[in-house]
């Protein structure tokens, strides 16, 4: 489907006025090509429109985006922007005040992680999973409960979890907020992308595949349903479903393979047909 359906099909599901949010897109990208936008302005809009993104993901709803760079056209980030503020306005979206620790608050805790590691003369190496992922990572979710983690360095993992625990009480968090159970569920671990970065801490994904196998194991709730379908898309369809699921398969928990399977296929089928 093009971009315009898709957008319509979240005006429909957001029960707004389609024609209408569809005037202030165009009115802003007309704007915003008459122009040259300054880094500033830009950083404004891309945040925008990945708040936005999330509700397409939350809708089920294909994302309106380049698959090369994730994100919409230059002058497409201006109209998806213009649309955010007009939905807040109306009080449509309620994402001013989400559940949980939004991606703001989550850099925030982590700068401080990493300003209470270099007072202890020690660097921090996180890999995150779970809700962490894909709110820093894929802006798939506004927010997140807690941050599943692999603690990379330092290898004694008493320090980070005792500092973590520092960061709680000062900004009266649980104090598991950031917490590495998950790590003992995984065979191995691979790397994705750095998506944050401050001194005293380097913050990395697991890879794609490795994200998507850890929603295949749980597929609860609807989340892990949404989060799968987002890792899955940024996966693509290269080669095919069965050359897809051997990327996946050798991040599978044991004794979910079967399970696994059987949400895998549903789920290729429902994003990229039989």
């Not at 404004?44 to 985006?65: C, G, H, M, N, S």
């Not at 559940?99 to 270099?118: C, Q, S, V, Y």
């Not at 900004?171 to 790590?183: I, K």
């Not at 696994?260 to 789920?267: G, P, W």
Request: charged residues 25%; glycine residues 6%; aromatic residues 8%.
């Amino acid at each position: 489907m093009s971009c315009d359906t898709n957008r319509r099909r979240l005006w429909k599901a957001l029960k707004v006025n389609a024609d209408q949010m569809e005037a202030i897109f165009y009115a802003a990208k007309t704007a915003a090509l008459k122009r040259k936008p300054t880094e500033a302005e830009r950083a404004i809009w891309v945040d925008k429109t990945e708040r936005l993104l999330a509700f397409f993901d939350y809708q089920e709803i294909p994302r309106p985006v380049h698959s090369k760079s994730g994100l919409p056209r230059l002058s497409s980030l201006a109209g998806y922007a213009a649309v955010l503020d007009a939905l807040e306005q109306i009080q449509v979206l309620n994402i001013e005040a989400p559940a949980g620790i939004t991606r703001e608050d989550l850099k925030r805790f982590l700068t401080r992680l990493g300003e209470l590691a270099n007072q202890s003369d020690i660097k921090i190496e996180l890999a995150v999973m779970g809700g962490a992922a894909m709110v820093l990572g894929f802006s798939a979710r506004v927010a997140t409960m807690d941050v599943d983690a692999v603690i990379l360095l330092p290898k004694n993992k008493s320090i980070v979890r005792a500092l973590s625990k520092t960061v709680a009480e000062e900004h009266d968090l649980p104090e598991d907020w950031l917490n590495d159970a998950a790590a003992g569920f995984l065979k191995q671990i691979s790397l994705g992308d750095r998506v944050y970065s401050a001194p005293g801490i380097e913050v990395w994904l697991l890879c794609p595949e490795q994200l998507l196998a850890t929603k295949l194991g749980s597929w609860r709730s609807k989340k892990d349903r949404l989060d799968a379908s987002r890792l899955l898309q940024e996966i693509g369809d290269e080669g095919g479903m069965e050359a897809t699921w051997q990327r996946v398969a050798p991040f599978l928990t044991p004794h979910q393979e079967l399970k696994s399977r059987y949400a895998f296929v549903e789920l290729w089928q429902r994003i990229y047909g039989s």
